[in-house]
């Protein structure tokens, strides 16, 4: 079992920027594709972005390309995502996942991911 834990979440103002970071406690990350999904108050989760296990590619959802960046780091065995000119509308629990069956594919889809964390809030002020 692999337990995922996010960092970096907090409250910001509109137009400002927060790094999230998601690493695995007790097992290498090196060979899981990851993603972010968020689930804004009142509504359904919803994908923000993926990349492969070497980063080779990544995927991001069209509210937020442009200003949000996922990378990783298998040094320090941490994946992260950068996101800058925040709107109110990112506010969100956010949620890191990891899959080891097809780390290849960066999927947009929740349910292709096998470990979850337990999120991080970001809350962007108006």
């Known amino acids: 079992q692999v337990q995922l834990v996010e960092s970096g979440g907090g409250l910001v103002q509109a137009g400002g920027s927060l790094r999230l970071s998601c690493a695995p406690s007790?097992?290498?990350?090196?060979?899981?594709?990851t993603g972010w999904f968020r689930q804004p108050p009142g509504k359904e989760r919803e994908f923000v972005a993926a990349i492969t296990w070497n980063g080779g590619r990544s995927y991001y959802a069209d509210s937020v390309k442009g200003r949000f960046t996922i990378s990783r780091d298998n040094a320090k065995n941490t994946v992260y995502l950068q996101m800058n000119s925040l709107k109110p509308e990112d506010t969100a629990v956010y949620y890191c996942?990891?899959?080891?069956?097809?780390?290849?594919?960066?999927?947009?889809?929740?349910?292709?991911?096998?470990?979850w964390g337990q999120g991080t809030q970001v809350t962007v002020s108006s």
């Open positions: 996942a990891a899959d080891s069956r097809t780390p290849w594919v960066a999927t947009m889809t929740g349910s292709d991911y096998e470990y």
């Open positions: 007790g097992r290498t990350f090196t060979t899981y594709a």
